[in-house]
């Protein structure tokens, strides 16, 4: 059986910055990693547990109830993750995603999406505030989340046919309470909702054209995501990747597509028109295109480690530096430290890490660091 990995923890950096900024506001803007990398995405895993057990993501085998997950008194409360974003966004952070594990199992969790909602960026903007969500809490929760102030909402489901996805979720649970999930959000005004669909050669890839012909001309964006070696226990296997080149191939001989520019600079997925005008698609090729060279994304896990890559073998504790006194200024100089000396390229290089060095250096788990 493979051993649950716990991360190695590093003391943030401590001392003095060569130039130490006296204001919050005078932070603002420097932060650039080694590779020239902006800090401008963060996202947050507000709790290490879930109820499904996606074979890509929480294996039943590994994830059972000896699994030591985190404790109450270790996750960061609503207070310290509100502070600590706000640091982050005094950096140039512009977009929250609040994920895990399965956020919506976290009690009371409109709590912290209202108090987020609440924030805004130096130029006086809100932030952009989303959620990814396995859909099965959701139409209990679609209305409140809502009303607390999330603005747009990622769903994942990977197959319309039950049998598929309940042996992906492995937990049993049927495809029609995720799809009442999305209706219930779409009822209560969420718009553009993504549903994501992790491909898995010869288990789901049947299931690419049904998905596409559902959620065609109803105002979602389905996103296509190559199957990853995050964490160390998933069993991941390069021959069970399909390239997202074959996936636009199969949709596109359907129905045709055509390629649109990027929302932004750093976007993850490719965009994808159906010429038809059903709508958009997108792909994540994380193991045959990598997007490294654009990442600006940081991960806070559950329990306040700062993780500077998805396949990261190394964190850096967030947490004992807000629960120790130390000043907003204090905590940003330490953010902005830390992203400074980053150079995290996982998939760039993914062909240099042979199974001896995983074995050596075991990544950290997608459900603990927030996928
Ligand atoms: N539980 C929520 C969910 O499933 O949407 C949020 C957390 S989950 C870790 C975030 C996203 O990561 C999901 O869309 C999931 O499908 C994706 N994911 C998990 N393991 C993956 C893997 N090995 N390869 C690609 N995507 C993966
Ligand atoms: Fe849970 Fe999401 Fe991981 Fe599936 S992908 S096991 S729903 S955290
Ligand atoms: Fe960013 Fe790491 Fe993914 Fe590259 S591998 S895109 S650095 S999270």
């Known amino acids: 059986m493979v051993k649950p990995v716990i991360p190695i923890r590093k003391e943030t950096p401590g001392g003095p910055l060569p130039l130490i900024p006296n204001t919050l506001s005078a ?23 879930c109820n499904f057990r996606c074979t890509y993501c929480m294996p039943k085998e590994v994830f059972d109830q000896n699994y030591p997950y985190l404790a109450q008194s270790e996750l960061l409360s609503f207070e310290e993750i509100h502070r600590l974003t706000t640091i982050f966004v005094s950096l ?16 009371n969790l409109e709590t912290l999406i209202s108090m987020l909602a609440k924030i805004r960026t130096p130029q006086n903007q809100m932030l952009d505030l989303t959620l990814t969500t396995n ?37 049993d649970y049927p495809v029609r309470d995720v799809l009442d999930g999305i209706e219930a959000a779409q009822k209560v005004g969420f718009q553009g909702i993504k549903v994501n ?20 001309n109803r105002g979602i964006t389905l996103r296509f995501i190559e199957f990853m070696d995050v964490g160390s226990s998933n069993g991941w296997n390069l021959d069970q990747v399909l390239p997202s080149a074959e996936v636009i191939a199969k949709i596109s001989e359907e129905f045709p597509l055509e390629q649109l520019d990027p929302n932004y600079s750093g976007e993850v997925a490719q965009r994808w028109r159906y010429q038809d005008g059903a709508g958009e698609i997108g ?12 990442c600006s994304r940081a991960r806070l896990s559950t329990d306040g480690q700062l993780f500077l890559c998805l396949f990261a073998t190394e964190g850096f504790d967030f947490k004992t530096l807000i629960r120790s006194g130390r000043s907003d200024l204090e905590i940003a100089n330490a953010v902005m430290q830390t992203w400074s000396n980053r150079e995290d390229r996982y998939s760039e290089i993914r062909h240099l890490h042979t199974k001896d060095l995983e074995r050596k250096q075991r990544k950290v788990e997608m459900s603990y660091i927030g996928g």
């Open 135 to 171: 859909g099965s809490l959701l139409s209990k929760k679609a209305a409140l989340l809502k009303e607390a102030g999330l603005q747009r909402l990622t769903v994942s489901l990977d197959a319309l046919d039950d049998v598929v996805f309940k042996a992906m979720n492995d937990v």
């Open 283 to 294: 792909v994540i090729s994380s193991v045959t295109q990598a997007f490294c060279h654009e």
């Open 27 to 49: 932070v603002h803007g420097r932060t650039l990693d080694r590779r020239q990398r902006p800090l401008r995405d963060l996202r947050i895993s507000v709790t290490d547990r």
């Open 92 to 107: 140039g952070v512009e977009k929250i995603r609040l994920t895990g594990g399965e956020p919506l199992l976290r009690k």
């Open 197 to 216: 669909m992790v491909v898995k050669k010869g288990v789901n890839d049947h299931e690419i054209l049904p998905m596409a012909k559902y959620f065609r």
